[in-house]
């Protein structure tokens, strides 16, 4: 049975780290995360991600679970207003003009990993036959399940579910804003090529690793993933998937600034 968090411990700590970190005192405010850490090991707060985002420390392989699932949850219900209206996110549509634009679809099974509230899901409904969301965060996927548009709903880290699945295969698997909250990369291409139809189609927004940025990938300075163009593309090789094209987007906007990245369309050989 896990041991029971001190709250009070870890709100202190956690508030000190934040001060420490926006006053600039970079060492402390590390130490601070670190105490974080020592008080909640599974890292609700993403304490290791900002670690990370403060050039220090071992980049993690993708964000904790538990941060992941908190963050989204807490944020449910303004989740869309947030994201598209003031955040100018506008992805899934960029996703359903692509497709229109190389004629590709209809499609008869789509799984869309991360679908949150069903955004991406709104914007595909009439180009998919069935179609199944899957999202960490429960209270994303209740107001998704209110709006009807899943023919089915899982609450489920994305590459658990890939790795579980045995169910048919899909032809398009959409995973847009996913990849800002994973690192490495292999696991969830290696679980979308598992789970797609030969053919079938694998399309998911990134943001941008800096050109002059060596890293295969980084936690950003707003605590988001960036990945290099260049990792991307051999991921995808060493997975089985040929790339249709990787247009660069603006994903969202930042403090005012835009975040560049690509929306990138791969079809699994074969």
């Known amino acids: 049975?896990?041991?029971?968090?001190?709250?009070?411990?870890?709100?202190?700590?956690?508030?000190?780290?934040?001060?420490?970190?926006?006053?600039?005192?970079?060492?402390?405010?590390?130490?601070?995360?670190?105490?974080?850490?020592a008080i909640d090991p599974d890292d609700h707060g993403g304490a290791a991600v900002r670690i990370a985002s403060m050039g220090r420390g071992e980049t993690p392989a993708k964000a904790p679970d538990a941060y992941v699932?908190?963050?989204?949850?807490?944020?449910?219900?303004?989740?869309?207003?947030v994201l598209v209206e003031q955040l100018g996110y506008h992805v899934p549509m960029m996703v359903r003009q692509r497709l229109q634009e190389l004629k590709l679809g209809p499609f008869k099974r789509l799984l869309d990993l991360g679908c949150g509230t069903g955004l991406t899901g709104g914007t595909l409904r009439?180009?998919?036959?069935?179609?199944?969301?899957?999202?960490?965060?429960?209270?994303?996927?209740?107001?998704?399940?209110?709006?009807?548009?899943?023919?089915?709903l899982f609450v489920a880290e994305a590459e658990d579910f890939l790795e579980d699945n045995d169910e048919d295969a899909f032809d398009l698997i959409t995973a847009t804003d996913?990849?800002?909250?994973?690192?490495?990369?292999?696991?969830?291409?290696?679980?979308a090529a598992e789970n797609l139809a030969p053919r079938g189609?694998?399309?998911?927004?990134?943001?941008?690793?800096?050109?002059?940025d060596t890293r295969p990938y980084a936690v950003g300075p707003h605590q988001r993933f960036l990945h290099a163009?260049?990792?991307?593309?051999?991921?995808?090789?060493?997975?089985?998937?040929?790339?249709?094209?990787?247009?660069e987007i603006n994903v969202r906007m930042q403090?005012?600034?835009?975040?560049?990245g690509h929306l990138v369309i791969a079809r699994l050989a074969g």
């Open 1 to 37: 049975m896990a041991e029971k968090i001190d709250e009070d411990a870890l709100a202190e700590a956690y508030n000190r780290a934040l001060a420490l970190e926006k006053a600039g005192d970079v060492d402390a405010a590390v130490k601070a995360y670190e105490d974080v850490l």
């Open 69 to 81: 699932e908190t963050l989204f949850d807490q944020h449910a219900e303004v989740f869309e207003d």
């Open 126 to 152: 009439d180009l998919c036959e069935d179609m199944t969301g899957i999202d960490l965060s429960e209270n994303m996927v209740e107001i998704a399940h209110e709006k009807d548009l899943y023919e089915t």
């Open 178 to 191: 996913v990849l800002p909250y994973l690192g490495a990369l292999e696991p969830l291409f290696f679980g």
């Open 201 to 212: 189609l694998f399309i998911f927004s990134s943001e941008s690793l800096p050109a002059a």
């Open 229 to 247: 163009d260049t990792y991307i593309r051999d991921r995808l090789t060493a997975t089985g998937f040929e790339l249709v094209e990787m247009t």
């Open 255 to 260: 403090e005012g600034e835009p975040s560049p």
